[in-house]
């Protein structure tokens, strides 16, 4: 799905990902997230892709929103967890969206 | 590939996609840009991933070197050629990358 309703400025969360071989449970866990995110104060929307990398990019109104999903205590659970068994290795970048361009085929 | 030797501040370009049924000549295409973007003043990486949608950031010094980038001979004529042939739908935006954590399995 792709976010095209948002209007600069507002935040997004780069979170690209390498899996390691153990995997079992991931999947459960990043939708049980996903669904935990949207809830959130100020979450704005997600995209999200994986090939032999994985990026999520998640959008929030602004910096206090990241802070308090960072902190949310089941993603702060989630996210030792994934340190511990699924990611070998993630890189994840906060970012502000200065500005947008769309294009869609009519 | 995961970009992880970048240091903030610096600007990131997410460039969400999706395909149209014509997808001949894309991925010839869209290697030949990555090969482009590689060698322009100013361009740090790139990450890259697609399911459902394609998601690339590229990461770039500046926004004049993203400018720049855009305004590229061979690139302009690339992407006038996917607005007619291969993308349904696309959402770029432009972001300066604030802050970054990395996280790796030893």
Same mark, same amino acid.
């Given at each position: 799905?792709?976010?095209?309703?948002?209007?600069?400025?507002?935040?997004?969360?780069?979170?690209? /990902?390498?899996?390691?071989?153990? @995997? $079992?449970?991931?999947?459960?866990?990043?939708?049980?997230? #996903?669904?935990?995110? %949207? +809830?959130?104060?100020?979450?704005?929307?997600?995209?999200?892709?994986?090939?032999?990398?994985?990026?999520?990019?998640?959008?929030?109104?602004?910096?206090?929103?990241? /802070?308090?999903?960072?902190?949310? @205590? $089941?993603?702060?659970?989630?996210?030792?967890?994934?340190? #511990?068994?699924?990611? %070998? +290795?993630?890189?994840?970048?906060?970012?502000?969206?200065?500005?947008?361009?769309?294009?869609?085929?009519?």
């Amino acid at each position: 799905m792709i976010e095209d309703t948002l209007k600069p400025p507002y935040y997004a969360v780069i979170f690209t /990902t390498q899996l390691s071989e153990t @995997i $079992e449970g991931y999947y459960e866990m990043a939708e049980k997230m #996903d669904e935990l995110a %949207k +809830k959130q104060d100020g979450y704005l929307g997600v995209e999200s892709a994986r090939s032999d990398v994985g990026i999520t990019v998640s959008y929030w109104k602004n910096l206090e929103a990241i /802070t308090n999903w960072k902190n949310n @205590i $089941e993603h702060t659970e989630a996210r030792d967890i994934g340190r #511990d068994k699924w990611y %070998k +290795k993630y890189q994840l970048r906060i970012c502000k969206v200065e500005r947008e361009y769309g294009f869609e085929k009519k």
